[in-house]
């Protein structure tokens, strides 16, 4: 079993949806929990991070950590087609001193 | 313009040929790693380096070779190319283990035929 595990999709929503996100996680000593968008043909890009448990907000994007249920939202309000990308959740233990990934998440948003 | 330059963009190599990836960043960060991504597999780790002459293995390091001579580069080595080695490979860096976030460079897309 892979220590994070993220809703496969694709996701296709039309603009304007709010759109989640999830990746759920099994190693309890996970701190810092990210999210990347990546583009297509694109190197990941970093979207939010955030530590431990809580909420992150960055104008439309707001991250959601639940460590209690080791799961991780991404929340895209007022999504547009220009938000149509692969999302990829990663985590790391600090002590590891490594990132998982999980395997990603291809959103569409239809205009 | 600072970040994550990757040389080269595509690459064709015949199986047992030998080939380096190049990496470099300009952000003084002392972290570097490099990724393959394979489609419905993610990002997996192949070896990183916390430093100048410091490097560790990932979870698929078989096959390939890393040194850090200097801050700014981190090489990618394939030995003897096969074709399970058909990837995209990211080479990232970040001041600390990632916890804050990676900068990725764009990619280096490799057929090994």
């Known amino acids: 079993q892979k220590e994070v595990e993220q809703d496969p999709g694709p996701l296709s929503v039309p603009e304007g949806a709010i759109v989640s996100l999830n990746c759920t996680y099994s190693n309890s000593a996970f701190q810092y929990f990210m999210w990347y968008r990546q583009y297509s043909r694109k190197g990941p890009e970093l979207l939010m991070y955030?530590?431990?448990?809580g909420n992150k907000e960055d104008g439309r994007f707001t991250a959601q950590v639940d460590k209690s249920s080791k799961y991780i939202s991404l929340f895209i309000r007022d999504s547009q087609p220009s938000d149509s990308a692969t999302y990829l959740c990663a985590m790391m233990d600090t002590n590891a001193g490594k990132s998982t990934f999980g395997d990603g998440t291809t959103l569409t948003v239809k205009p | 313009n600072a970040g994550v330059t990757q040389t080269p963009k595509f690459q064709v190599l015949k199986t047992g040929q030998s080939m380096t990836l190049q990496c470099a960043q300009d952000m003084n960060h002392e972290y570097m790693s490099w990724y393959r991504q394979d489609p419905g597999m993610g990002l997996r780790l192949i070896h990183y380096s916390v430093g100048a002459g410091i490097t560790d293995q990932g979870e698929v390091p078989n096959g390939y070779n890393v040194s850090r001579s200097t801050t700014e580069d981190f090489p990618l080595r394939l030995l003897s190319a096969a074709p399970s080695q058909t990837s995209v490979y990211f080479c990232a860096s970040s001041y600390g283990p990632g916890g804050r976030g990676y900068t990725f460079g764009s990619g280096t897309r490799l057929t090994v035929v």
């Open positions: 955030t530590y431990s448990s």
